[in-house]
């Protein structure tokens, strides 16, 4: 299936592995040309190179998109290369921390909030004009535990809060020609993320963690989330707007 996104611009935050990597290679083959943004310019540079291995052109913006001057400049670094109109903007950033209730301090708690939350609203501020302009799509990767409990509780409430704001931003960004939706992943498994080393650590405990807890009997991997993203991304979901989709093999106990 031809998605349509030959030739469109697409920004992709946290890309330089996992998740986000996946997605960016995803819409370079869809012929979509990328800006990427990631903390570490090594790692940011080599994903850059491999996604250029698809034919399309790349920007690499190494900073901390946490952080609004950042975020900024990401945005004006994506304008600079590819020109005023932006028609994808994919908010992957996030990361959590396993802390106690009473044990998180403010500034563990706004750390966790700007890494899983307020990423996504500085970016998608900074290039709502560019994303008007393109007729452009948001999708923000939230979490199954956005939507349920289970996760750790900062986490869970920044990536709930991510899914209200897709939802709600989706109604007033409409009026704007801009869609936005956001994804739900369950347990992914990459080279270096969390679920590899507990595999590696207790290979058997994480056997009993699939049986017990993904119906589809295995992690998912980042490819399949990022499949489902691309779609959203496209016009071929001109009619998905506010949802959150669940990429999870029946991991997710919510109804809703």
């Given at each position: 299936m031809d998605l349509?996104?030959?030739?469109?611009?697409?920004?992709?935050?946290?890309?330089?592995?996992?998740?986000?990597?996946?997605?960016a290679?995803?819409?370079a083959a869809e012929g979509a040309n990328l800006c990427i943004c990631g903390r570490t310019a090594e790692t940011l540079e080599a994903a850059a190179a491999e996604i250029r291995q698809t034919g399309v052109e790349v920007e690499a913006?190494?900073?901390?998109?946490?952080?609004?001057?950042?975020?900024?400049?990401f945005v004006a670094?994506?304008?600079?290369?590819?020109?005023?109109?932006?028609?994808?903007?994919?908010?992957?950033?996030?990361?959590?921390?396993?802390?106690?209730?009473?044990?998180?301090?403010?500034?563990?708690?706004l750390k966790v909030f700007n890494l899983s939350f307020f990423s996504a609203?500085?970016?998608?501020?900074?290039?709502?004009?560019?994303?008007?302009?393109?007729?452009?799509?948001?999708v923000n990767v939230s979490s199954i535990f956005g939507r349920e409990n289970g996760g750790p509780i900062s986490y869970n409430a920044a990536k709930a809060a991510m899914i209200s704001m897709s939802s709600n931003l989706a109604i007033?960004?409409?009026?704007?020609?801009?869609?936005?939706?956001?994804?739900?992943p369950g347990s992914i498994?990459?080279?270096?993320?969390?679920?590899?080393?507990?595999?590696?650590?207790?290979?058997?405990?994480?056997?009993?963690?699939?049986?017990?807890?993904?119906?589809?009997?295995?992690?998912?991997t980042p490819e399949e989330v990022a499949s489902v993203v691309?779609?959203?991304?496209?016009a071929k979901a001109s009619w998905v707007l506010g949802a959150c989709l669940n990429v999870d093999g029946g991991q997710s106990k919510s109804n809703f």
């Open positions: 349509g996104l030959k030739g469109k611009v697409a920004l992709v935050t946290g890309a330089s592995r996992g998740i986000g990597n996946r997605i290679l995803a819409l913006f190494v900073g901390d998109v946490t952080e609004t001057p950042a975020a900024d400049a670094a994506a304008k600079a290369r590819f020109g005023e109109q932006i028609h994808v903007l994919v908010n992957n950033v996030g990361g959590s921390v396993w802390t106690p209730f009473a044990e998180i301090s403010d500034e563990e708690w609203v500085r970016v998608s501020r900074a290039a709502f004009s560019a994303l008007a302009a393109g007729k452009g799509s948001i007033e960004a409409t009026r704007s020609g801009i869609r936005v939706n956001s994804v739900a498994i990459f080279p270096g993320g969390s679920w590899e080393r507990r595999q590696q650590a207790d290979p058997q405990a994480m056997a009993r963690f699939v049986e017990d807890n993904i119906p589809g009997g295995r992690f998912g691309t779609f959203l991304a496209s």
